[in-house]
């Protein structure tokens, strides 16, 4: 009798062991797929659609500029736009934007990724994440040559002297805080600093280093002032909208990658920014 009670009860224990198991293999089947599904979701939506939508500011010298002359994308966001859709295996669309509203257009899904040298900024991180960094610029003022007060970066702020720069760029908020004498003047669209220092209503503009390369190469009236000492340094990242943890990473990945690979020193060096790209020797 106690041999049979003995083989009943361990009847009863393997029954609920297997029982356990089975529950266990469901629940980590069920985890594995809900996880799957989390971490690939933008990407499947990419994959099935067989394109990587990217925001860009076709304005944005050696980062996402469309040449005038022969109507093609040209800068180091477009060509490492273009390994990152490789990476994935799709295809690739450029979506039009500029500084002013490219967050919205994230956020309304008019794009996967914005990727033209996007300065981080705490204001902006409330609304988009951010990837890791890839290039650092300081700040850069452009002035005419004929200008006979505003000579170089040192000599800018003083009274009379009117500092022209962009709404909504770092630029804007870095001016606002350091200027002491200068008067600010924030404009709506990019190329009206040109227009206002060709004018003469503002002495000068501030720029980074591509766009101040940019002036110098394509205009013979301007002349860059570099600062004596380094101006603070503003990181540029890409861009995804919040609450995709899984896509962020897959981007981050990216970042890593061509850093550890030699395409971001490649594509920097072959669009004149190697000197400002966060590459693994700096």
Known sequence: MKQQTRHFETKQNNSRILLGLVLLFLFFNLFVTQQAYAESSREQSIAKAGILRVCI?????????????????????????????????????????????????????????????????????????????????????????????????????????????????????????????????????????????????????????????????VYDWATLLEPKSPTRQFQYAYAVRKGQPEWLKRVNQFVTDIKKDGRLAHFAESNNLLPIALTPEQ
């Open 57 to 217: 500011w076709p304005d944005y010298f050696s980062i996402s500029y469309k040449n005038k002359k022969t109507g093609q994308l040209e800068g180091i966001d477009i060509d490492l736009s273009k390994e990152f859709a490789r990476d994935l295996g799709v295809d690739i669309k450029y979506v039009p934007t500029h500084f002013g509203i490219f967050m919205d257009d994230i956020e309304q899904d008019r794009c996967d990724i914005a990727m033209f040298g996007i300065g981080k900024t705490e204001a902006r991180a409330k609304r988009i994440d951010y990837s890791e960094p890839y290039l650092s610029s300081g700040m850069y003022g452009i002035a005419s040559k004929t200008n006979p007060v505003v000579t170089s970066w040192e000599s800018m702020d003083q009274e009379g002297v009117v500092v022209c720069v962009q709404k909504g760029t770092y630029m804007e908020n870095a001016m606002r805080n350091n200027l002491r004498n200068a008067e600010l003047m924030t404009v709506i669209k990019h190329s009206q600093r040109e227009i206002e220092v060709r004018s003469g209503r503002a002495d000068v503009f501030i720029a980074d280093y591509p766009y101040g390369q940019k002036m110098i190469k």
